[in-house]
């Protein structure tokens, strides 16, 4: 018996020095799993993805072989739960890695806590769990301070060795880490799968290595060709005139809840009689196209007509590049002064550069408002309150002057996820057989529907109203990944849209029209550049106005597949389109329009 347990000791502190290493090996492992839920599970099948996380769990465990003590172990091991989950909760909203750009915004994190805080998932557990695991059986046979391993530290460098020349070797046989990196994020299917092959540090790598790789003559034809071939912008015959344009970007707003009764309660009846009017235009599908920038890419859809940068937020990288503009189009050809109006502080998203880039004269943010309804953790203004100021600010000449053309663009705040809002602000209330996140999100949705209402009706006792267009449109989807699990539930299911649309709404128009196609939010810009006579200003964007009777009911998704109707478009349409993240991700990259006059 004593020889038995004796051996079982041995064998036991032969195991016991490798288990920290096991345990930052199990987290790559877990990491890839989740992500690949997300994704797709092709990662699972190739080698590359076991040895990239071999190799890099043998590298964060250098300082655990060298000094021999669990602490350093440990502390690796808590950096890495912190980093994996943030990036998961980061994908469940933003759908990427964090990139490299977006680490200098983390004083923003503040701002965005209760959203975060709603990313959380069960699984994401594991990872302070397996630690915690790890400490319990390190200490749990009370061995010495310094641990002996049973192999030496050249068989371990020989390994880690080996491992990084296989993988050198693999990749310049392939042409590359950059070249492999690329093809990769413009695969259909595996655009994703960087994180779980290659690990995050070789994506945030490829972020740093390809921030600003020379255009080459051949892209540069690329993006000409592609210009060159979109669809004209062609006037609309004797269109009528408006001088004036208020675009109201509602926070988080979705399609599926206009026209909505739900336990006897209309959700947005402000909107719904909006709707019904001759002079409206209404589009309910258009599809969300924003990427890691949220908020601030659709600012870049739907007032520059460019498509988000494929890594990181172009409101951080590049705030300063020239950028053609509704605003400007509207300065330029109409004479009008510009407005931006939002409850968020300018540093958000860098909004405050971005604003004066995209041609806005004069800012009205978080200082300039009184906090008389505070909402959610980061103490907003709410929706009713912004508008009933804004209002107060036009009555008294602070905004929109009588003497005055003018684009004003006014930015929500109360839909932010996870749509949370005082009970005595609730205008709606449903029974537990509605999922919380659903009846929330429909509270809300209710809630900023009156406000935005109630502004109309002020709009409309201005003598400027009649030349006056007002645009009401999402900035982005609200669900992130929640959608899939309220699809399925009895309450659910056939009321939660599949599909990540928002609304598009036109009022005073000067042409009415129920547009049923897909669209996507970059089409937006043209859209309104038709409809309010800008057509000969000098950028008409990436999309295409849905006037054009040719236009087809289609749209690519930040995921990089085509929603719509594709059975009619040909193999060139269908390549086209998928080009055209690329040829605007480079534009912006390049400043490709500072030589456009």
Not at 107 to 136: E, I, K, Y
Not at 286 to 299: F, K, P, Y
Not at 580 to 586: E, G, K, L, N
């Amino acid at each position: 018996m004593t020889v038995n347990k004796q051996e079982g000791n041995v064998a036991g502190s032969r195991i016991q020095p490798a288990i920290p290493i096991a345990g930052v090996f199990f987290k790559f492992l877990l990491f890839n799993a989740i992500w690949c839920y997300y994704t797709t599970f092709t990662p699972f099948s190739c080698w590359e993805s076991y040895a990239t996380a071999l190799a890099a769990t043998l590298v964060l465990s250098v300082p655990y072989i060298l000094t021999r003590r669990i602490a350093a172990s440990i502390l690796v091991m808590v950096v890495l739960d912190i980093w994996m989950v943030a990036n998961l909760l980061y994908y469940r909203s933003y759908f990427s890695a964090i990139p490299l750009s977006s680490y200098l915004l983390a004083g923003n994190l503040t701002d965005f806590l209760p959203s975060v805080a709603a990313s959380f998932r069960w699984c994401d557990g594991l990872f302070p769990a397996s630690t915690a695991a790890v400490v319990f059986f390190m200490l749990w046979r009370n061995h010495r301070s310094k641990i002996i391993f049973p192999f030496g530290k050249h068989a371990y460098f020989t390994l880690l060795i080996f491992l990084c020349a296989l993988l050198a070797v693999n990749l310049s046989i392939r042409g590359g880490f950059l070249t492999v990196y690329r093809n990769m994020k413009s695969s259909a299917h595996r655009h994703a799968s960087g994180p779980p092959l290659y690990t995050l540090f070789g994506t945030l790598y490829f972020d740093y290595a390809d921030e600003l790789p020379e255009l080459t003559e051949e892209q540069e034809h690329e993006i000409h060709n592609w210009l060159s071939e979109r669809p004209a912008l062609v006037p609309v015959p004797d269109i009528a005139s408006r001088n004036n344009c208020i675009f109201i970007l509602a926070e988080s707003l979705e399609s599926w809840v206009l026209n909505l009764t739900v336990e006897n309660q209309e959700i947005t009846p402000y909107l719904n009689k909006l709707l019904k009017e001759r002079s409206t235009l209404y589009a309910p599908h258009v599809l969300t196209q924003v990427n890691g920038g949220r908020s601030i890419d659709a600012q870049l859809l739907v007032l520059a007509g460019l498509l988000p940068l494929q890594t990181g937020a172009y409101s951080c990288r590049f705030p300063l590049n020239t950028y053609h503009t509704l605003p400007k189009a509207m300065k330029e050809l109409k004479g009008t002064r510009n407005y931006l109006l939002t409850v968020d502080k300018t540093k958000t998203w860098n909004q405050g550069a971005v604003a004066r880039s995209f041609g806005i004269d004069t800012i009205v943010s978080y200082p300039d408002f009184r906090m008389t309804e505070a909402f959610g953790n980061r103490k907003r203004l709410g929706d009713n309150a912004f508008f009933s100021q804004c209002r107060e600010k036009m009555e008294n000449g602070e905004i929109w002057r009588s003497d005055e053309n003018v684009f004003i663009q006014m930015v929500t705040y109360s839909g932010h996820s996870p749509f949370k809002m005082p009970e005595s602000l609730k205008t709606v209330h449903f029974s537990n057989r509605i999922p919380e996140v659903m009846a929330d999100y429909m509270t809300v949705a209710h809630y900023t529907d009156e406000a935005i209402g109630k502004f109309v009706e002020y709009l409309r006792t201005r003598p400027e109203y009649g030349r006056t267009m007002v645009v009401i449109t999402g900035d982005h989807e609200g669900l992130a990944d929640n959608r899939k699990d309220l699809c399925r539930t009895k309450a659910g299911k056939g009321i939660v849209s599949e599909n990540e649309f928002t609304p598009f709404i036109v009022l005073n128009s000067p042409i009415a029209m129920y547009h049923t196609k897909v669209m996507g939010q970059v089409d937006i810009y043209t859209t309104l550049l038709n409809l309010l006579g800008l057509e000969s200003y000098r950028w008409s964007g990436i999309g295409q106005s849905i006037l054009d009777s040719g236009k087809p009911g289609v749209a690519i998704s930040p995921k990089r597949s085509i929603e719509g109707d594709t059975m009619f478009l040909s193999r060139e349409e269908l390549l086209r389109m998928r080009q055209s993240q690329v040829i605007s991700d480079r534009i912006i990259r390049f400043d490709k329009l500072k030589d456009l006059r």
